[in-house]
């Protein structure tokens, strides 16, 4: 079994930046690609980024390309989103999730149901 624990979201103003982590439990964290999704109040879940198990690969949602960078460190078996020039509507509840997928496609990446584990997510708030 495999726990993920999102930290390091907040309130903050349009223009600035956050990072959130996402630790997680368990060994077999460098096998697993990663991802983080977002949902707003009223809103379905929705992809923002992913990282493949190597940390060689990512993906972003157009929304937040070139804003937003996804990365990982394996040894502490933790992945990060630094979310910069932040913008009202990057309001959200932000989860990260983990595959056990070994040979996962960019299209199951986007998709929540391409995930086993789940974070209980953070709030991030982003003031006008």
């Known amino acids: 079994q495999v726990q993920l624990v999102e930290s390091g979201g907040g309130l903050v103003q349009a223009g600035g930046s956050l990072r959130l982590s996402c630790a997680a439990s368990?060994?077999?964290?460098?096998?697993?690609?990663m991802g983080w999704f977002r949902q707003a109040p009223g809103k379905e879940r929705e992809f923002v980024a992913a990282i493949t198990w190597s940390g060689g690969i990512t993906y972003y949602a157009d929304s937040v390309k070139g804003r937003f960078t996804i990365s990982r460190d394996n040894d502490k078996n933790t992945s990060y989103l630094q979310m910069n020039s932040l913008k009202p509507e990057d309001t959200a509840i932000y989860y990260c999730?983990?595959?056990?997928?070994?040979?996962?496609?960019?299209?199951?990446?986007?998709?929540?149901?391409?995930?086993?584990?789940w974070g209980q997510g953070t709030q991030v708030t982003v003031s006008s």
């Open positions: 368990g060994r077999t964290f460098r096998n697993f690609a």
């Open positions: 999730a983990a595959t056990r997928q070994v040979a996962v496609s960019r299209t199951v990446l986007r998709l929540p149901s391409g995930y086993d584990y």
